[in-house]
Structures are given as structure tokens and as C-alpha cells.
């Protein structure tokens, strides 16, 4: 693919120059259509069954975003009580909440408790806390199926080298502590890691886990987790999530364990990244280009405060180059290579390193792809830099300011 944001008309007809200009940059772009769309894609994963896709806020918990998720009828879930108070702010009732939460304390949980969001518990100690101050009460547990999936090894969440979840061999504990407790049980769930493209150890830790729920009775649900990938390398025509056949190869799993389990208990998903990642882009201006020893490096506004997953993950992110409001055709006999970086006091504060780029001058912008995943959630304020604004491309194509820009008195306000 020569340019994502032509093919798809990322920026509806509006001139990113202008919108650069009007808003400053950094700044996140979204596009509602594509976000709508790939919600849409999950709420449709399983249609044999009762079935909800819960979206994974921490992946982008802008209000306007909760909003599409809300509109499109995908519940949602929640690691703290910070995306609880969002989700709630947003409109989304607490039935539709499922508070995902590792080591909490016993305020966090009761937040959630005394709202009433169901619980899930991710080890026996937090399933005591849970019994103590919560004693009768219904909950979740989650479970470590024994294999992980991912793209890398700090979005594996499943599996013998994790933090999360309770593994098979407790199961006899989890019983022990909710009879002492009175608890009811009344879900499981997982969450095996993140941006797989090959399903192959999700589908087999959906055969662990059924084979965990055999034990437990009257389970009103079974959540199997998110992590489906995106095209990150779509510029080099990499291929989607096959959705379809993965829809079919789980479905074939449910209906065995629906037969033996004698009814079906609600199944969920918690996908984050497939439902916001491809529908936000980050527009950043190009401040310095130079030569030092041999590498040509593009200075710009997006640090690792802005971006963080290539300096935390090595992730790779497709670029494209704008100038004067046009994208840069990727002509291959006109590429060079070059390291685009930020404007943090950090050696590792590169967007990418030795990348086939289009001519780039000063003042073009720099437009990086698929960042409305883990993006803007995971802004911080190094180097006291300020947070960026955030802006939707409306389905009716007007450009609207979904978030402004942090202020030095927003900084200020602290102390
Ligand atoms: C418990 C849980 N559920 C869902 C998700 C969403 O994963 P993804 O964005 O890869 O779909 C995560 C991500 O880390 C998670 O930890």
C-alpha cells in the first residue's frame, strides 16, 4: 500500500496542515468511522451464543471514544478505579463494567463493590480480601490457562512467566476460600497477551479454560480475553486478523463445551487494540534534520511522552511523511534511510531507526499510524512536557476537539 491515509481517506477531506495548525502539534487524530467500524467487527465475533465484546478502555479511554463504544453497544472493561470513574462519566451503567484488577487495595475494590461492578480476582489472596470485605457477594476469578500469546514478552499475559492470573493447580484454593467466604462465583475469565496475529495459542488456551469451567457450576459467564493484532506493517502490505476464520475455529470450540456443560453461559472477549489502534494517527512537525556520523536524523515534536511503545516495546510503526498538507508519495527509488526521533533528553527516544523514508524537509509533518492504541493512555509528562490535544474526524467528516492540549497551569494546579 502506497499511503493508509490517502486509501482511506483518513482525514476526510480536511487538510492535515490545517488541522495541524489550528490545534498545534502533537497531536492525536481519530477517525470515528474506522473505530465504529472495528467495534462493530468484535461485537460480531460470535453470533451462535450469547455473546458481548467488552472494550478494553485502558487501550484509550477518551470520553468520545467510550461514547462510540457505548453507541455501538460493546460493554467494556476496567483495571482501576480511574477507568471505572471514566467508563461510569461516559454513560456506561455498571452492569456493563467488568472491573479487571491485579493487586488492588481494599478501597479500590470496594469502589467498584459499592457501584456495583463485578469483580474479577487475580490471585487467592485478593479472592480473601475480596471474601472480607464483600463476605456472600459474587465475583469472577481469573484464570492462568498455562499458555500465553503475543508479540512481546511484556504483552504475554498468560502462561509460566506471568504476574497475572491463577494458575489450574489452585483451583481446589479458589473453592476453599469462596466457601469460607460464602462467595458465589459466577464468572472466569482470561487475557493470554496481545497483538497476535496467529490465534493458534489463543484457541488453545480457550481449550484450557473450558476445561476449567467444567468445574465450576452455573458460571453466568466465560470471558476469553483480547489481544487480536492490526496491521502494523500495513505499508508493507501486511496482511488483517483473519476475523472470519478465527470466528468459526472458536465458535466450533464453544459449541463442543456448550453440549457437555448442558447450557451456554454468556462469552465474552475484552478486545482493546483492534478496536481503536488503526482509527488514530499521531501528527507531529518536523523541527531539525541532520547528519551525525552517517545517520540522518529527523527531529520532531513526538517524544517518547507523546509515543512510548517504540522506546518501551520496540514496536514498529508505520510513517508517513506530509508536505504542505499532501502525503508524500513513497516513490521506492526516491526512499532513504532515516531515524525519525523526539524532542526528549533520552537516547532511546526514537520513533523509528534507519526506516526507507520519502524526502523530508523542515516544517513537513510527520504522520505516525495505528497510535490510537496504548498512545495517548500511556502519554506521561517527561521532561515536563505537556500532554497533547486530541482531535475525531466526525463521520460527517468536521473535525471536532475531543481533548485540548495539558497547560503549564494544569501542571501548576498540583501544588
Ligand atoms: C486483562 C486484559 N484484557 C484485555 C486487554 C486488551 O488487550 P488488547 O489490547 O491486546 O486487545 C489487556 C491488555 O493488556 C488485558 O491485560
Not at 469483580?119 to 464483600?134: H, T, Y
Not at 476460600?177 to 496475529?197: F, R, T
Request: a negative charge.
Amino acid at each position: 500500500m502506497n499511503s493508509f491515509i490517502n486509501e482511506v481517506d483518513f482525514f476526510k477531506g480536511n487538510n492535515p496542515e490545517d488541522i495541524a495548525r489550528e490545534y498545534g502539534t502533537p497531536l492525536y487524530v481519530y477517525n470515528e468511522d474506522i473505530i465504529r467500524d472495528r467495534m462493530m467487527k468484535v461485537a460480531g465475533v460470535i453470533t451462535r451464543y450469547p455473546y458481548r465484546a467488552n472494550y478494553s478502555c485502558k487501550t484509550n479511554t477518551n470520553l468520545e471514544i467510550l461514547k462510540i463504544a457505548l453507541s455501538v453497544g460493546v460493554n467494556a472493561d476496567a483495571m482501576s478505579e480511574g477507568e471505572m470513574r471514566m467508563l461510569l462519566h461516559a454513560g456506561f451503567p455498571a452492569e456493563k463494567i467488568f472491573y479487571v484488577c491485579n493487586n488492588v487495595s481494599a478501597d479500590e475494590m470496594r469502589f467498584a463493590i459499592d457501584n456495583g461492578i463485578t469483580v474479577s480476582l487475580d490471585s487467592l489472596d485478593q479472592l480473601r480480601l475480596f471474601g472480607e470485605i464483600n463476605p456472600g457477594g459474587k465475583c469472577a476469578v481469573r484464570i492462568n490457562p498455562g499458555v500465553g500469546a503475543g508479540v512481546h514478552e511484556k504483552v504475554v499475559t498468560a502462561g509460566k512467566k506471568t504476574k497475572f492470573a491463577i494458575p489450574e493447580g489452585d483451583i481446589d484454593k479458589v473453592f476453599e476460600i469462596a466457601d469460607k467466604y460464602g462467595l458465589k462465583i459466577i464468572g472466569l475469565n482470561q487475557h493470554v497477551g496481545s497483538q497476535y496475529m496467529d490465534p493458534t495459542p489463543f484457541l488453545e488456551a480457550v481449550d484450557n479454560l473450558l476445561r476449567i469451567a467444567m468445574r465450576f457450576e452455573k458460571l453466568e459467564f466465560i470471558d476469553f480475553g483480547g489481544g487480536y493484532g492490526i496491521p502494523y506493517h500495513k505499508l508493507d502490505d501486511e496482511k488483517e486478523f483473519d476475523m472470519k476464520s478465527f470466528s468459526g475455529e472458536f465458535t466450533a470450540k464453544l459449541d463442543k463445551f456448550v453440549r457437555e456443560y448442558g447450557s451456554a453461559p454468556m462469552f465474552k472477549s475484552e478486545p482493546g487494540r483492534y478496536c481503536v489502534a488503526e482509527g488514530g494517527v499521531i501528527l507531529g512537525r518536523v523541527h531539525s534534520i541532520k547528519d551525525n556520523y552517517g545517520v540522518k536524523y529527523i527531529g520532531t515534536d513526538i517524544g517518547m511522552n507523546v509515543l512510548v511503545r517504540p522506546s518501551m516495546y520496540d514496536s514498529w510503526h508505520d510513517i508517513e511523511i506530509i508536505s504542505d498538507g499532501k502525503v508524500v508519495d513513497r516513490d521506492k527509488k526516491k526512499m532513504e534511510k532515516a531515524t525519525v526521533c523526539g524532542n526528549i533528553c533520552e537516547s532511546g527516544d526514537v520513533l523509528c531507526k534507519d526506516r526507507p523514508l520519502p524526502e523530508v524537509r523542515d516544517n513537513d509533518l510527520v504522520c505516525v499510524l495505528d497510535a490510537g492504541a496504548y498512545g495517548y493512555s500511556m502519554c506521561s509528562s517527561y521532561n515536563t512536557r505537556l500532554r497533547p490535544a486530541e482531535v475525531m474526524i466526525c463521520s460527517d467528516g468536521s473535525v471536532k476537539l475531543i481533548r485540548r492540549r495539558e497547560t503549564f497551569e494544569d501542571m501548576f494546579a498540583f501544588y
